[in-house]
C-alpha cells in the first residue's frame, strides 16, 4: 500500500501492485494503458504484478499483463518466477497460462461452445428442399401446374408483398408474401426474361394423406419466380394490394421468419441466374437444369460439361462476422463504415478469400480493417445474407493486442466498447452514445450473446 514518503513514482506502482494483487483487472489495465513500463515494475522483495496476481489467482489480470507485453520471465527476490508461484499455490490455469510459449491464452474469455437453438434471421428452413426431387422432370411439372402449389413473384430480384401484420408466437410481420397460383402466373413464366426455380415443398409435423383430387403426395410445394418485365397490371385483379418491396432493405427484414427464411433461398438462386446467365466457360447460352439448382452450357463439346464445375451451380460467398474482445474481457471492437446511419456501430466483417481458412479470415480482416491482432476464435452461429449470396459466419475472437489504426478505405472509425455502453445500448438506460444494427442482423445477436453471456458479471 501507499505510504507518506513515498515518491509519486513508487506511489503509482504500489498502487498498481495493489490493483494487480486484489484482481481489479480494469484499473490495471487503465494503468499500463497510462504508464506502460508498470507492467515490470516490482515492489517488496521483487514481486511484480504478475506475480502478485499469479500468487492470488486471478487469470484475467495476469493475461492483460501478458497481453501488454509484460516478462513473464522475471523471479523475485526468493528467485521464483510468476510460473513458480502459480503452480506452487495451485493455480493451475495460470501455471498453464505462463508455461504457454505463445504467452497469451485467452480462451477462458470465449463463452461455451453451446449454441443450441441460436437461430438468425434468414436462417428459418420453413421449406424442406427435396433435392432428390430437382432431377425428377414429371414431378417437378406435375407439381408446378397443381393447383396447391404455391409461386412467389420477384421483379428484378425485389419480391411481390402485401402490407398489413402479421402476428406470429416469434415474429411481427410487416410484409407478407403474396402466394400467387399457377393461373396467375403461367404465362409470365413463359416470357423470356423470367426464371422459375423449385425451392421445395411445406414441412410437415405428420406425414401427409394422399389427396383426393388426384395430387397424388399430397405436399405443398412452392416456386418462385423472377421476371424483368413488370406483371403488376396483369396481376392487378388476383392481387389489388400486393407491390414489390423496393428498396427492400430494410423492409425486407420486416417479414416473418419462416418467409425470411424461404426470401433468403428464392432470392439467392435467382439472382445467380440473373447475373450468370451466359456460360462463364465459354460465354455461351446455357440451359436451367435441376428445378433452376444447376445452368447447363448448350454447347456440348465445352468444358463446363466435362466433370463436374462449380461454375454450374448457385454460388455462395462466405463472409466473417465477428465480435472481437478485449483482452481485458470487459470490452468490444465495433467499427463503422461512412455508409452506415449516423451514430451506428457494428461488428467488423469481409469476405473469406480463397485457400482461406474462417479463423485466417477473422484475423485478417480484424487486422486489415481496426490493426487490431488476434488470437483465438470461436464460431458461433452463421445466417444466410441474400444481398445476394453471402454466408456470414460469426464468430467471437479475442485481441491479442488493443492498439487501434483503421483502414480508411473500409472503416471510418473503430472504437472499443465497454460492457457497460453496450448493455446501455440494449436497455436504452444512460442515454446511449451509438446505435447497433437491428435484430434481423448478426451482428446484433453476437453483441447480445456476448452481453448474456456476461449478465452476471
Ligand atoms: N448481417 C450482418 O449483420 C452484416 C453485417 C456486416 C456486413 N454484412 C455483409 O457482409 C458483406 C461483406 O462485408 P464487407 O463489405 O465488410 O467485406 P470486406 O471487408 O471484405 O470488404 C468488401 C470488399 O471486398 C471485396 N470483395 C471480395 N470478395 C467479394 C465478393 N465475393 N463479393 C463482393 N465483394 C468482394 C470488394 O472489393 C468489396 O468492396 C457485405 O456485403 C455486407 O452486406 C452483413
Ligand atoms: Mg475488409
Ligand atoms: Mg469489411
Ligand atoms: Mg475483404
Ligand atoms: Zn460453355
Not at 444494427?437 to 458479471?457: D, E, S
Request: proline content about 6%; hydrophobic content about 35%; some cysteine.
Amino acid at each position: 500500500m501507499a505510504s507518506v514518503g513515498m515518491s509519486p513514482k513508487d506511489e503509482m506502482v504500489a498502487r498498481f501492485l495493489d490493483a494487480a494483487a486484489r484482481g481489479e483487472v480494469a484499473k490495471v489495465s487503465a494503468m499500463v494503458a497510462q504508464s506502460s513500463s508498470l507492467v515490470d515494475a516490482s515492489g517488496e522483495n521483487g514481486w511484480t504484478a504478475l506475480m502478485l496476481a499469479a500468487r492470488n489467482g486471478h487469470a484475467d489480470v495476469v493475461n492483460t499483463l501478458l497481453s501488454n507485453g509484460c516478462d513473464k520471465s522475471l523471479a523475485n527476490q526468493s528467485g521464483q518466477t510468476s510460473y513458480d508461484i502459480a503452480r506452487f499455490w495451485g493455480h493451475k490455469h495460470i501455471a498453464g497460462l505462463l508455461a504457454n510459449s505463445k504467452g497469451v491464452d485467452s480462451h477462458h474469455l470465449l463463452p461455451g461452445s453451446s449454441t443450441e437453438g441460436h437461430e438468425n434471421y434468414f436462417s428459418r428452413e420453413f421449406l424442406d428442399r427435396m433435392s432428390e426431387k430437382r432431377t425428377d422432370g414429371q414431378w417437378l411439372q406435375a407439381k408446378q401446374s397443381s393447383p396447391a402449389s404455391v409461386f412467389i413473384l420477384f421483379l428484378n430480384l425485389n419480391p411481390l408483398v402485401t402490407s398489413g401484420a402479421e402476428e406470429t408466437s416469434e415474429s411481427k410481420a410487416d410484409f407478407r408474401l403474396c402466394r400467387l397460383r399457377w393461373g396467375s402466373v403461367e404465362e409470365l413464366a413463359t416470357r423470356p426474361g423470367t426464371t422459375l426455380i423449385f425451392l421445395g415443398v411445406e414441412k410437415q409435423a405428420t406425414p401427409p394423406s394422399p389427396s383426393p383430387a388426384g395430387d397424388e403426395d399430397g405436399l405443398t410445394a412452392w416456386f418462385a419466380l423472377n421476371t424483368d418485365s413488370d406483371p403488376t397490371e396483369d396481376l392487378r385483379l388476383s392481387n389489388p394490394n400486393g407491390f414489390f418491396l423496393k428498396p427492400f432493405v430494410p423492409r425486407l427484414l420486416q417479414l416473418s421468419s419462416d418467409e425470411a427464411g424461404v426470401v433468403a433461398q428464392a432470392r439467392s438462386v435467382l439472382a445467380w441466374h440473373d447475373r450468370y446467365s451466359f456460360c462463364p466457360t465459354c460465354g455461351g447460352r446455357t440451359k436451367v437444369d435441376e428445378g433452376g439448382y444447376k445452368r447447363t452450357c448448350l454447347k456440348e463439346d465445352c468444358r463446363s460439361r466435362q466433370g463436374i464445375h462449380n461454375t454450374c451451380y448457385p454460388r455462395v460467398d462466405p463472409v466473417v462476422i465477428m465480435l472481437v474482445i478485449h483482452p481485458d474481457g470487459n470490452q468490444c471492437l465495433l467499427g463503422r463504415k461512412k455508409a452506415f446511419p449516423a451514430g451506428m456501430f457494428s461488428c467488423l466483417a469481409g469476405f473469406i478469400e480463397p485457400g482461406e481458412a474462417v479463423e485466417d479470415a477473422v484475423r485478417r480482416e480484424v487486422e486489415e480493417e481496426s490493426g487490431v491482432k488476434v488470437g483465438p476464435v470461436q464460431y458461433l452461429s452463421s445466417q444466410p445474407w441474400p444481398m445476394p449470396s453471402s454466408l456470414m459466419i460469426g464468430c467471437l475472437a479475442v485481441a491479442v493486442s488493443t492498439h487501434i489504426k483503421v483502414d480508411e478505405n473500409e472503416i471510418e472509425e473503430a472504437r472499443w466498447f465497454t460492457r457497460q455502453q453496450v448493455i446501455d445500448v440494449f436497455t436504452k438506460n444512460n442515454q446511449p452514445t451509438f446505435t447497433i444494427p437491428p435484430r434481423q442482423a448478426i451482428a446484433h445477436q453476437l453483441i447480445k450473446h456476448w452481453i448474456g453471456v456476461h449478465a452476471n458479471l
